[in-house]
């Protein structure tokens, strides 16, 4: 077993890697000179993802080496560790490449349970060319801070009719045969808006949206997602109904909506 230590202290530690990450990646935010390579899933990184997740992982090999890593970019490291921290650098890649604002540093915690499950204790979402950053730790509330001023806490919204519902997604990609029970669902909805990526969720974390949905996702694009929502009186799971990131999708709610969601979609 690691040391123990204080979910404040955790908390604090997240939000220390979130401004390393927050000055590498503002650094090479529209810069002329990015360098972009294709990874073996044909998907694009930049030489800002390297660089952030490589700081990232410097920073916590200094101050956590008993803590296991697991990253996008560089892969899993002493993931049998009883804690280990998922980051993905930049969440949000293409448009980052194309200088869309909506990208963000996504930092979580996983801890092990006494059971053997896995629970994430601490999440950060930093999204620095918004101005924003999204946090949360076990226990104690979801916050966001705007223009690095004053936290202000958040909670989801209090719709509990799908007519009356805010639902926001990534694309139409990846949903396979539920596709079309998908396009039911938002035609159900009173607005949809394609906003995408981490946006999505921590809209429906801060009750200004009331479903986000992707159908394919890695642990390290919703572990901080998950704590968030959960802490905003949200529910995040995937597209059957496994609460958590561990799921390989994500749909957050604003709970209220979430049995109505997985029985539309199932």
């Not at 929502?229 to 209220?256: D, K, M, Q, W, Y």
Request: one cysteine or more; hydrophobic letters at 40%.
């Amino acid at each position: 077993m690691s040391a123990k230590h204080s979910l404040e202290s955790d908390l604090q530690l997240a939000l220390e890697l979130a401004v390393i990450a927050d000055e590498i990646t503002m650094a090479r935010y529209l810069a002329q000179d990015l360098v972009i390579t294709t990874k073996p899933d044909s998907t694009p990184v930049t030489d800002a993802d390297k660089a952030t997740e490589s700081a990232l992982r410097d920073h916590l090999a200094n101050v956590r080496s008993e803590d296991g890593l697991v990253g996008e970019e560089f892969g899993i490291q002493n993931k049998e560790a009883a804690r280990y921290w998922v980051m993905d650098p930049i969440d949000g890649t293409k448009n980052f490449m194309r200088g869309v604002p909506t990208w963000a540093t996504l930092i979580g915690l996983v801890e092990r349970q006494d059971d053997g499950s896995e629970k994430v204790i601490v999440g950060i979402v930093s999204a620095p060319a918004l101005n924003r950053r999204w946090y949360a730790s076990n226990g104690n509330g979801a916050f966001t801070t705007l223009n690095q001023g004053a936290p202000r806490k958040i909670s989801v919204s209090k719709v509990s009719e799908l007519a009356n519902a805010s639902i926001s997604y990534s694309d139409f990609q990846g949903w396979g045969d539920r596709l079309i029970k998908f396009q039911n669902l938002i035609s159900t909805c009173t607005r949809s808006r394609g906003l995408g990526d981490f946006w999505s969720h921590m809209l429906v974390a801060e009750g200004a949206v009331d479903i986000a949905a992707e159908p394919s996702l890695a642990l390290w694009d919703m572990a901080a997602l998950d704590v968030i929502v959960r802490e905003a009186g949200g529910t995040f799971s995937n597209l059957t109904g496994e609460v958590g990131p561990f799921g390989g999708s994500g749909i957050s709610t604003n709970t209220l909506l979430h049995s109505t969601v997985m029985a539309a979609l199932n």
